[in-house]
């Protein structure tokens, strides 16, 4: 997955009008499902509860997969 | 030699919450997002009633449907008995009017609890020592959730089941595959209570989540965490499973999982490949019924003919503890 489809993900699990590297989020109990599981799915990540707390924007989730797992 | 599932019963309490009850109560309570990703409309739940009332109710049903009251062992799976001590088997054993000369015990698992309750089953009458059992599925939840705590109030209902297990020549109840780890104990839990820290009053309110509150003396998820564990763990239950019963996917007839929710086990469903006709989903008006939601759910596909005598139905049980289980069984 390139880092654009990732954008389009990420924005349609957090229900966000416009998304870039920079937007700040907030993730709500069922967005973290949704996440914990894209991020399994996508790039065989299992994240916690600490990781999740830690999510303030985008740029955190790519250091969570790493900028080397993108295509 | 063999142990076969003679029948199901369950039995809910008369109360039931909807969502429209928890949308007065919680202004920011997303009635969508329940009834379409958690798939809950409704649940019971006990407010007159105890588990132990819930399992009379549910046994009486087994018995009266079979006609036959002649059970050599009881096994009762709660996590929320009606007392410390003594066992909630031995009351039942006597609300039911059942012969003295059986045994009888409780055991403390949830999500797994049915499928570990199968596996005591079959050791049992393998080995002689029962030949017809009544297992007892039956907790109340509800009465531990803290009343500001919408996340857990939404997905837990109250319930009981009863299915009786018997000798027969053919093995109906397969090979088992049990698994635990404690190291997440705490993922689910109620703190305070048990030996180690009383109840307390004066207990503070935690926050966690979309605004969800409660303390130690209520009942505590940390859903990300099980989803996690369910996610590493289960597909590996499901092939292990597989594998000691010299099976492949194409060999099972139907799968049923404890039903937690609606996006974990679409999750898991999508993951493992499972065809989406051949998978058990359904907690709508009951919702997470803890050990009680395998048996439910076998009752549900039985009467709902989604499956048929001589299906094979592969049964994975998940949860607290952490405590995992699966096995295979012929209808």
């Known amino acids: ?71 | 030699m063999g142990v076969k599932i003679e029948k199901i019963e369950f039995y809910l309490p008369s109360d039931k919450l909807t969502n429209e009850d928890l949308k007065k109560e919680f202004v920011d309570f997303d009635l969508s997002k329940v009834e379409n990703k958690i798939g809950i409309k409704s649940r019971q739940v006990a407010t007159k009633e105890t588990s132990l009332d819930l399992a009379y109710n549910s046994s009486l049903k087994v018995l009266k449907s079979t006609k036959d009251k002649n059970i050599d062992f009881i096994l009762y799976c709660t996590q929320t008995p009606d007392y410390i001590l003594p066992t909630s088997a031995c009351i039942l054993q006597d609300k039911l009017n059942l012969k003295t000369n059986i045994g009888a015990l409780d055991f403390n698992l949830g999500c797994s609890g049915y499928v570990y309750g199968l596996a005591l089953c079959k050791g049992l009458i393998d080995t002689g020592i029962a030949k017809r059992i009544l297992l007892v599925t039956t907790d109340t939840y509800t009465k531990y959730i803290h009343k500001q705590d919408k996340g857990n109030r939404s997905i837990f209902g109250d319930g009981s089941t009863a299915s009786i297990l018997s000798y027969c020549n053919k093995n109906n109840v397969k090979e088992f595959q049990l698994n635990t780890d404690g190291s997440g104990y705490d993922k689910l839990i109620i703190k305070n209570g048990g030996s180690k820290y009383s109840l307390d009053e004066n207990s503070a309110l935690k926050m966690y989540g979309d605004n969800n509150y409660y303390n130690d003396n209520c009942l505590y998820m940390q859903g990300p965490d099980i989803f996690n564990f369910t996610i590493k763990n289960i597909p590996k239950l499901v092939n292990d499973v597989l594998d000691k019963n010299k099976m492949n996917m194409d060999d099972i007839d139907y799968f049923i999982f404890h039903q937690a929710n609606k996006f974990m086990l679409q999750y898991l469903m999508k993951k493992i490949k499972i065809p989406k006709e051949k998978f058990h989903l359904n907690l709508t008006e009951t919702g997470n019924t803890v050990s009680s939601t395998i048996p439910i759910a076998l009752k549900q596909a039985l009467d709902q003919n989604k499956i048929k005598v001589g299906d094979n139905v592969l049964l994975a049980g998940f949860g607290v503890g952490l405590s995992w289980g699966g096995t295979i069984i012929t209808i």
Do not use: P, R, Y
Request: net charge negative; no cysteine.
């Open chain 1, 1 to 71: 997955m390139n880092k654009k489809e990732f954008l389009l993900e990420i924005q349609d699990i957090m229900l966000l009008d416009e998304i870039n590297e920079t937007t700040e989020i907030e993730v709500d109990s069922m967005a973290s499902l949704l996440l914990i599981a894209f991020l399994d799915e996508e790039f065989s990540i299992l994240i916690d509860q600490e990781q999740i707390k830690s999510i303030k924007s985008v740029s955190n989730i790519i250091e969570l997969i790493g900028d080397e797992n993108f295509k």
